[in-house]
């Protein structure tokens, strides 16, 4: 398992964080399975790719909203890229499937097409990511922001489960 989506791994990211950082809601979740539904490429002139991935979670817990989603991905010598993603909520006591989006922006320093072929080969042990979110166990709240820097992302793994 080597090899593995970067969005699921984006998403996983975010239950992963939130969990670290004290919301007990998201430490009872389980990503179930997860693939992608549709990439939208960039139009003329633009840089940032779309990705729409299915989620499929079991939620025990409470209510959880993330929302004002950004982070960095990047290698010892290699920044990849940034990437936000929609604010997503996910029901309290729930068992069902979830459409996530995200918006994924290489390095100005790097060609769409490189990006493109470094993701094909995306290997886990190679990068790190920083994440910065806002989480709210209510749906009217904003949500305390929190931030986490220099994460490996091979410490996602565990939470995709197959």
Not at 10 to 15: G, I, K, Q, T, V
Not at 29 to 38: L, P
Not at 94 to 118: N, Q
Request: include cysteine.
């Amino acid at each position: 398992m080597r090899h593995i989506s970067l969005p699921l791994l984006l998403m996983a990211a975010l239950l992963s964080v939130a969990s670290c950082v004290g919301v007990n809601n998201l430490r009872q979740m389980n990503i179930r399975s997860g693939k992608i539904v549709n990439v939208q490429l960039p139009s003329f002139g633009e840089r940032t790719l779309a990705v729409t991935v299915l989620l499929d979670l079991q939620n025990p817990a409470g209510y959880v909203k993330m929302s004002d989603i950004s982070g960095v991905i990047r290698s010892k010598d290699l920044t990849l890229g940034t990437f936000t993603a929609d604010d997503f909520s996910i029901d309290a006591h729930s068992d069902k499937e979830y459409l996530f989006r995200m918006h994924l922006t290489p390095d100005s320093s790097l060609s769409f097409f490189r990006v493109l072929a470094l993701l094909k080969d995306f290997s886990v042990d190679d990068y790190v990511f920083d994440i910065d979110l806002r989480l709210s166990g209510s749906p009217s709240a904003k949500g305390a922001r929190f931030q986490l820097k220099n994460q490996p992302v091979s410490v996602l793994i565990k939470n995709i489960r197959s």
